[in-house]
């Protein structure tokens, strides 16, 4: 059975006092998500303490937008696996375009993050996709495919989650046709040995085109960013019909 995942990305948005805003205006519309629908925040590292108390006990589960492949050690700026489970942490954001683009990941990288992770029993979020120059060459299905080639070697496929974010459609209002990231994401389906892999779709995910989005049937759930910070928002995200 493939797991609908919604997983808002704060990014570097929020001090422990917006999170407190935020969950003052979030927190009542819990008892609305529907049960089976696996809703998950990941805020910047410093907020993740405050959440993890603030919500025990609740359906939302926490996760965490990068973790080292060492457990300590001399990372000056790194957090390892198990610092983030001692939080109560569940989840990890591996790959995202942002980390690849402007802090050098690459695909070893990420394979390396990738295997740490579920080394500690957090389920990593891989993030994929292609660049606008890339889509207009014709090259998202090669693109993608190196990069699951790459990311994905020796990685359990029973403990993942896969997000398909094509960056020309992140923070820019610009979604991906909602057919057209359910054909890309059958594609990356089509490379997996386990099929009930859960596979969201990202970039501009927004109320006005969540429903519509998660009427496809190859799309699991979605990671969102922008939408994700303010309560109103990812409450209709997450409760999307
Ligand atoms: O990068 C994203 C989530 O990881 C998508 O961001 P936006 O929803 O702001 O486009």
């Known amino acids: 059975m493939r797991k609908i995942v919604i997983a808002g990305n704060w990014k570097m948005f929020k ?7 935020f969950l003052q205006g979030f927190l009542p519309h819990l008892e609305e998500i529907p049960q089976g629908r696996e809703v998950v925040l990941c805020p910047p590292f410093t907020n993740l303490n405050l959440l993890s108390k ?14 080292h492949w060492e457990e300590n050690g001399a990372y000056t700026g790194e957090i390892s696996g198990p610092m983030l489970t001692e939080l109560g942490v569940r989840f990890v954001i591996v790959g995202h375009s942002e980390r690849r683009q402007y802090f050098g990941e690459t695909d070893a990288t990420v394979n390396l993050r990738l295997k740490a992770a579920q080394k500690h029993g957090l389920t990593p979020i891989l993030c994929v996709g292609e660049t606008k120059e890339q889509r207009d ?7 993608i495919t190196a990069q699951l080639d790459k990311d994905l070697i020796d990685v359990d496929q029973d403990n993942l989650v ?19 990231a359910n054909r890309v994401i059958g594609l990356i389906r089509s490379q997996l040995s386990n099929p009930h892999v859960s596979i969201q779709y990202g970039g501009s995910v927004k109320p006005n085109n969540i429903d519509e989005i998660m009427a ?15 309560p109103a928002s990812f409450a209709r995200i997450v409760n999307y019909k």
């Open 216 to 230: 496809q049937p190859e799309i699991d759930g979605a990671l969102v960013g922008g939408a994700s910070l303010e």
């Open 162 to 180: 896969i997000a398909y974010e094509p960056i020309w459609a992140i923070g820019t209002g610009d979604t991906c046709e909602s057919t057209e």
């Open 54 to 67: 603030s919500l025990h006990g609740s359906v939302i589960q926490l996760g965490a937008q990068n973790v």
């Open 137 to 143: 060459a014709g090259e998202t299905e090669s693109i």
């Open 15 to 21: 001090t422990q006092a917006e999170t407190q805003d």
